[in-house]
């Protein structure tokens, strides 16, 4: 007899628990009470099973690359050349001495630092402001992720076309401000705000929806009973929300920090195509690594490269995990 | 007569063995292009080789240039790349130095070492111990076009003939707007894109200095860089930019559509490109009048060719009946419907390209260069890419500073760097020419 609680869901819970319990019936019954069993028996063979189809494929198509790309870091490998020599670390000692991948560092740390400060602050403000507004929110929501997955490439093309200095309208726009025509890809010390203004614009609505989540899991009562205490909107975002939203703004950052550390199709579109529509040429380390592998074809430099790259992002990721510690001394996730 | 009569049965019994021998051969004949352009000439030589060889498909793939290239670079060595290699000049070496190139068939081993059918020049850079090792197929070859109507407007006769000229043309021909911003270059630099930047400043560089900045070396694959030797010529190449870029006698700007582009929209009067510019701007630019002449000249009178060769690969399963099909595409309807459909020059000489320049008389300049223009091509190399490149990132940086203006020691300065950044990256590459 299975007792009654009045709740129509906790009640069929409890049936199919007892129903557990109880022998099933038949052929087939049999069979399912032998397969649970079983997986209670092997519980680790099933596991095994069930997993390892997945972990094979990881390992071929993500941790077999990686080491491969660490294996000919150490030599001087040309896909077209015979001699493939082993140069030790000959590919890491010429990363110091190399100065284009020395400004594509330089270049990638300013855009990245620019870009996750711009997109976080934006997006935790117009989560915010979302939030004030909880009903047409989910509007706004959608509108801001269509860049999200709108592809890079024809994103980086459109954007292309609204830096022109002279046709574009971007520029047509700020001249009715007075602003005068700025060659926004042209001009060295334009073209890294411009690279940072399609990023902001294609990855704000992600930041804006993942904060949004963490937002609504704020309790009411936390933020009613500050309210009734005398707190401000400023306090109340000081104190309660910010603290609240702590895990959600590591991951966020380190998110963003990957994501931007990462950047490359924004920058080779719309540097590209340099005959008719000259750019400058923004140096990125991922545009590095891409031309030393497959323009240069140096593979064993670009491994090098890229091991760099891994390390560094390695220890930025670190950095940021170190400063979101709180007080107890453990990561706050 | 009975003699005679026996020979004449046996050469037809022979000509239909071997028809008989192509009939019997199977299989498939892959073609991969980097210059799209060309198709259809491949598509016409593609009809005639399915008559003689009815059994054998062709498959002809295009790509854009740098993927083309990174695929041939991945599955040539591995054995699984197209039958036919249409290879541009600066990446020959790879497959040549990698032991990817079939032996070439004796009878186009003679046109190619022929004179009277290929210039020396062409033959130079596909030669390796004595042997051809593909046949040189066109060429991009440079020349100077200008806007009638802007040289017309400026009270300017015809175009410019010395490398002086350019730069004073350029300025008269400037066109700017009330506010003193550009609306028109005089002339379309090359300012991005550091390794055809480095090909284009080099048009300039050959008639001051009498070589290119890099010439093939002492041993076939190897570079001797000239830059320091011309130093002086180096500097004054980089200072006519500079001061066309900045100040009062500003001629170009980066704002500014550039290339085949801005000249085929009117943004620019002159610039120099290859001959695929015609077609081009005819298609691109109707209404824009324009005429080509040979590059000015200075102390040197030189026009910049880059080459097409067409090699078999040394994997291939039927090499002979893709040797066979790069016979079928020296036919004279297949290169005239290069010169006229892409705009880049075949080069061979004992063939007429009357009817094509019937129809467009700008070819003539490039496919019959004047006498006294030498034709050069650059010194193909395994580290091509990686020193036009680098070197063009120096030059190209140079071309923003405008404390360069009037600055020679600076100027020689920056092309001292460009030299030691070539040499660095040759030795590098173990094919560094003193």
């Known amino acids: 007899?299975?007792?009654?609680?009045?709740?129509?869901?906790?009640?069929?819970?409890?049936?199919?628990?007892?129903?557990?319990?109880?022998?099933?019936?038949?052929?087939?019954?049999?069979?399912?009470?032998?397969?649970?069993?079983?997986?209670?028996?092997?519980?680790?063979?099933?596991?095994?099973?069930?997993?390892?189809?997945?972990?094979?494929?990881?390992?071929?198509?993500?941790?077999?690359?990686?080491?491969?790309?660490?294996?000919?870091?150490?030599?001087?490998?040309?896909?077209?050349?015979?001699?493939?020599?082993?140069?030790?670390?000959?590919?890491?000692?010429?990363?110091?001495?190399?100065?284009?991948?020395?400004?594509?560092?330089?270049?990638?740390?300013?855009f990245c630092v620019m870009a996750v400060i711009i997109t976080l602050t934006l997006a935790f403000l117009v989560a915010v402001l979302l939030r004030s507004i909880e009903k047409a929110a989910p509007v706004y929501e959608l509108l801001l992720y269509i860049p999200v997955v709108t592809p890079w490439v024809p994103a980086s093309v459109i954007w292309k076309w609204i830096f022109d200095p002279i046709h574009g309208i971007l520029n047509y726009g700020l001249s009715f401000l007075g602003i005068p025509?700025?060659?926004?890809?042209?001009?060295?010390?334009?073209?890294?705000?411009?690279?940072?203004?399609?990023?902001?614009?294609?990855?704000?609505?992600?930041?804006?929806?993942?904060?949004?989540?963490?937002?609504?899991n704020i309790p009411d009562e936390l933020l009613e009973a500050a309210e009734l205490d005398g707190a401000t909107a400023w306090q109340r975002l000081i104190y309660i929300v910010i603290p609240m939203m702590k895990p959600i703004i590591l991951f966020t950052v380190i998110i963003a920090t990957i994501i931007f550390f990462n950047v490359f199709a924004p920058v080779y579109v719309l540097t590209a195509s340099a005959q008719g529509a000259p750019a400058y040429d923004f140096k990125v380390v991922i545009g590095e690594i891409y031309q030393n592998a497959f323009v240069f074809y140096r593979m064993g430099y670009a491994g090098a490269q890229s091991v760099a790259l891994l390390i560094f992002v390695l220890m930025l990721v670190m950095i940021q995990f170190a400063l979101f510690r709180d007080r107890r001394g453990r990561a706050d996730v | 007569m009975l003699r005679r009569l026996l020979i004449a049965a046996a050469c037809l019994l022979l000509s239909v063995q071997l028809g008989a021998a192509q009939n019997t051969v199977k299989g498939k004949i892959s073609i991969w292009l980097g210059y799209p352009e060309t198709l259809e000439a491949f598509k016409l030589?593609?009809?005639?080789?399915?008559?003689?060889?009815?059994?054998?498909?062709?498959?002809?793939?295009?790509?854009?240039?740098?993927?083309?290239?990174?695929?041939?670079?991945?599955?040539?060595?591995?054995?699984?790349?197209?039958?036919?290699?249409?290879?541009?000049?600066?990446?020959?070496?790879?497959?040549?130095?990698?032991?990817?190139?079939?032996?070439?068939?004796?009878?186009?081993?003679?046109?190619?070492?022929?004179?009277?059918?290929?210039?020396?020049?062409?033959?130079?850079?596909?030669?390796?111990?004595?042997?051809?090792?593909?046949?040189?197929?066109?060429?991009?070859?440079?020349?100077?076009?200008?806007?009638?109507?802007?040289?017309?407007?400026?009270?300017?006769?015809?175009?410019?003939?010395?490398?002086?000229?350019?730069?004073?043309?350029?300025?008269?021909?400037?066109?700017?707007?009330?506010?003193?911003?550009?609306?028109?270059?005089?002339?379309?630099?090359?300012?991005?894109?550091?390794?055809?930047?480095?090909?284009?400043?080099?048009?300039?560089?050959?008639?001051?200095?009498?070589?290119?900045?890099?010439?093939?070396?002492?041993?076939?694959?190897?570079?001797?860089?000239?830059?320091?030797?011309?130093?002086?010529?180096?500097?004054?190449?980089?200072?006519?930019?500079?001061?066309?870029?900045?100040?009062?006698?500003?001629?170009?700007?980066?704002?500014?559509?550039?290339?085949?582009?801005?000249?085929?929209?009117?943004?620019?009067?002159?610039?120099?490109?290859?001959?695929?510019?015609?077609?081009?701007?005819?298609k691109n630019g109707p209404d824009i009048k324009f005429g080509v002449v040979p590059v000015p000249h200075d102390k040197a009178w030189g026009a910049f060719n880059n080459l097409e060769i067409l090699s078999v690969n040394k994997d291939s399963k039927l090499q002979a009946a893709a040797w066979d099909f790069i016979r079928i595409l020296q036919d004279q309807a297949i290169v005239n419907n290069v010169l006229e459909g892409s705009g880049w020059v075949p080069i061979r000489h004992d063939r007429d390209y009357g009817a094509v320049l019937a129809k467009e008389p700008r070819f003539a300049e490039m496919t019959t260069p004047p006498a006294g223009l030498t034709l050069y091509i650059e010194a193909p190399n395994v580290a091509y890419e990686e020193m036009t490149t680098r070197v063009g990132e120096v030059i190209q940086n140079a071309f923003r500073d405008a404390s360069l203006v009037g600055n020679l020691d600076g100027a020689k300065k920056v092309m001292m760097k460009a030299h030691e950044t070539a040499v660095k990256i040759l030795k590098d590459n173990g094919n560094y020419s003193e």
């Not at chain 2, 300025?171 to 390794?195: D, F, H, V, Y």
């Not at chain 2, 009498?210 to 093939?216: I, V």
Request: hydrophobic residues 40%; aromatic residues 12%; charged residues 25%.
């Open chain 1, 1 to 110: 007899m299975i007792p009654k609680s009045g709740n129509r869901f906790s009640d069929k819970i409890m049936r199919k628990e007892n129903s557990d319990e109880a022998p099933p019936r038949g052929a087939l019954a049999a069979r399912y009470v032998d397969f649970r069993d079983s997986i209670k028996r092997d519980h680790l063979l099933w596991v095994v099973l069930a997993l390892g189809p997945i972990f094979a494929l990881f390992c071929i198509i993500r941790v077999y690359p990686i080491l491969e790309t660490i294996r000919l870091s150490f030599y001087r490998y040309h896909p077209t050349q015979r001699n493939r020599p082993f140069v030790g670390l000959d590919n890491y000692w010429r990363l110091l001495e190399d100065d284009s991948f020395r400004t594509a560092l330089t270049n990638t740390l300013q």
């Open chain 1, 181 to 216: 025509k700025l060659a926004w890809l042209q001009d060295e010390h334009v073209i890294i705000y411009a690279i940072v203004l399609v990023s902001v614009w294609k990855m704000l609505g992600y930041f804006v929806v993942v904060y949004g989540v963490g937002l609504r």
């Open chain 2, 45 to 282: 030589g593609q009809v005639e080789f399915r008559k003689k060889y009815p059994n054998v498909e062709v498959e002809i793939l295009t790509f854009e240039l740098r993927e083309f290239e990174a695929k041939l670079a991945v599955s040539v060595p591995a054995g699984s790349g197209p039958d036919i290699l249409a290879l541009h000049d600066f990446i020959f070496p790879r497959y040549y130095e990698g032991g990817n190139l079939a032996e070439m068939p004796a009878d186009l081993a003679k046109d190619v070492n022929d004179p009277k059918i290929i210039d020396p020049v062409f033959r130079d850079v596909l030669t390796r111990d004595g042997k051809p090792w593909g046949m040189p197929w066109w060429s991009g070859r440079n020349g100077l076009f200008y806007n009638i109507d802007h040289l017309k407007a400026a009270g300017l006769d015809g175009p410019p003939k010395t490398y002086a000229e350019v730069w004073q043309y350029a300025e008269k021909l400037t066109q700017k707007n009330e506010k003193g911003e550009l609306t028109r270059a005089g002339i379309s630099l090359r300012l991005t894109g550091p390794s055809g930047g480095t090909q284009k400043f080099g048009y300039f560089y050959y008639q001051l200095a009498g070589e290119q900045m890099f010439e093939p070396g002492k041993k076939p694959g190897t570079v001797r860089v000239t830059i320091a030797q011309h130093i002086d010529a180096a500097a004054r190449v980089l200072l006519d930019h500079v001061e066309h870029l900045h100040g009062p006698k500003k001629s170009d700007d980066w704002a500014l559509k550039h290339d085949a582009q801005g000249f085929a929209s009117g943004a620019a009067a002159m610039f120099m490109r290859e001959s695929w510019v015609i077609p081009f701007v005819k």
